[in-house]
């Protein structure tokens, strides 16, 4: 048996990145030929986290109803209604720094946004004209509502036995930042990290393995008439995104609503939050078990004000009062971990003149086999694919035409992957001819 390692730092492993796999001429076998595929990269041509990584995406819609009298009790009271709904979603995107890295752990970038709508809400300005000639009583109760006053969300990153776990990386604060006096707010954020790090787990859409990953979204958001206020801890990810100007405020002469209410508090509005949590226990050959849970709660608070006015010696006059009613809504959701396991390079080459290497198939011991190649590859030509450190079966089709193929398999039991090796295996010395 010969297995051909190569062991290197990694550094000297980094330049896999620019490899390809090696099946870019054709050979002429005569008849009929086999048709040579331009292979994918083996490794990835970009850092960036969105382009690497199919996220976990999540979206739940909570409706409710809000009520609430208003008015003098000893006078008159009037109903308010309203209806809304809150929407939460969010896009997760996973990856590992193996343990060789002092930032080593599981990452969660994660993108949320919570629609909040308000069209329902909002009944308007109206008045509401109470007589009675027996008490010689006459009063106006003017009503405004229910306009959006304060919305809190917070997020916390908590294990299987409930404990808050998870922080912010070095050089990274969640968004968007405290933004008080302004007509916008920015949120995502530029970040990157230079690490030997697995990407993902069965949301792959790209190479495993990689060296450096980054992270560079940041846009502008409308906030007319709205403060936003981040309080996040070492740990835990919180905002509020706050009113002004709202008609509870004082107004000339104390009792018509500041009219009209704030755009942002009468219509359906998206508020976007986005940060990298970190978890640093995490350890190589870990598996879904070890996984984490969000924990986020959303607060939103609606006022409705009123006040009471009456013409001179009909009745009582009492200023703006607001009720503040707070609707409270949560969701959990389960992270789909990253895979930990540790990997190697296999590298197949075609040492047989004449002939073509087609469907190189794979197996972990135990597992059923996958066909991992596309196209075919001629002499002096190598395969190669970043696999899970453990022993594998390996076989392949070889043959001069695709009509005469035969099946090859390994001379022995089993490839053995090791981490940050490369096993290179050769047609001509490392497999036979399959009975």
Not at 62 to 72: D, L
Not at 312 to 336: A, H, K
């Amino acid at each position: 048996m010969m297995k051909h390692v190569y062991s290197h730092s990694i550094l000297a492993f980094s330049v896999l990145s620019s490899l390809f796999f090696f099946a870019c001429e054709k050979e002429q076998a005569g008849g009929d030929d086999f048709f040579e595929e331009e292979p994918p990269l083996i490794g990835n041509t970009t850092s960036d986290i969105e382009a690497l990584i199919i996220p976990q995406e999540t979206s739940i819609t909570f409706p409710y109803q809000v009520k609430k009298e208003v008015g003098k009790k000893d006078i008159a009271l009037y109903p308010v209604e309203g209806e809304g709904e809150v929407t939460l979603r969010h896009s997760i995107y996973p990856f590992y720094a193996f343990e060789k890295s002092t930032s080593n752990g599981d990452y969660y970038l994660i993108k949320s946004e919570v629609a909040v709508t308000n069209d329902k809400m909002y009944q308007g300005y109206m008045k509401q004209l109470f007589r009675d000639d027996v008490k010689k009583l006459q009063t106006t109760t003017h009503i405004c509502g229910f306009y959006l006053r304060e919305i809190r969300i917070r997020y916390e990153l908590v294990d299987k036995e409930g404990n808050t776990v998870g922080e912010f990386p070095a050089g990274h604060s969640p968004t968007p930042l405290t933004t008080v006096g302004s007509t916008t707010y920015t949120t995502g954020f530029s970040w990157s990290l230079g690490a030997q790090i697995r990407i993902g787990s069965d949301t792959l859409k790209a190479s495993p393995l990689i060296w450096n990953i980054a992270y560079n979204n940041e846009s502008k958001r409308n906030i007319q008439d709205m403060d936003v206020r981040n309080s996040s801890t070492g740990q835990t990810a919180q905002y509020a995104f706050t009113l002004n100007n709202l008609p509870s405020s004082n107004s000339e002469d104390g009792f018509i609503p500041k009219l009209p209410p704030p755009p942002l508090s009468i219509s359906t509005n998206t508020y976007a939050q986005e940060f990298i949590w970190r978890v640093p226990s995490t350890k190589d050959f870990q598996g879904d078990d070890v996984k984490f849970t969000l924990h986020q709660k959303v607060e939103i608070d609606y006022g409705v004000c009123y006040s009471l006015t009456s013409p001179l010696g009909r009745g009582p006059r009492y200023d703006l009062e607001e009720y503040v009613e707070t609707v409270r809504d949560s969701s959990t959701i389960e992270f789909i971990p990253p895979c930990r396991i540790p990997m190697g390079l296999l590298k197949i080459t075609n040492k047989n003149k004449g002939q073509y290497i087609t469907q190189v198939a794979i197996a972990k011991q135990g597992e059923e086999p996958k066909i991992v190649s596309t196209g075919s590859f001629a002499y002096g030509k190598s395969f190669q694919i970043y696999v899970d450190v453990g022993k594998y079966d390996v076989e392949f089709k070889m043959g001069s035409t695709s009509k005469n193929v035969k099946t090859y398999t390994l001379d022995y039991d089993c490839a053995e992957i090791a981490q940050d090796e490369t096993l290179e295996l050769f047609s001509d010395y490392d497999f036979i001819q399959k009975n």
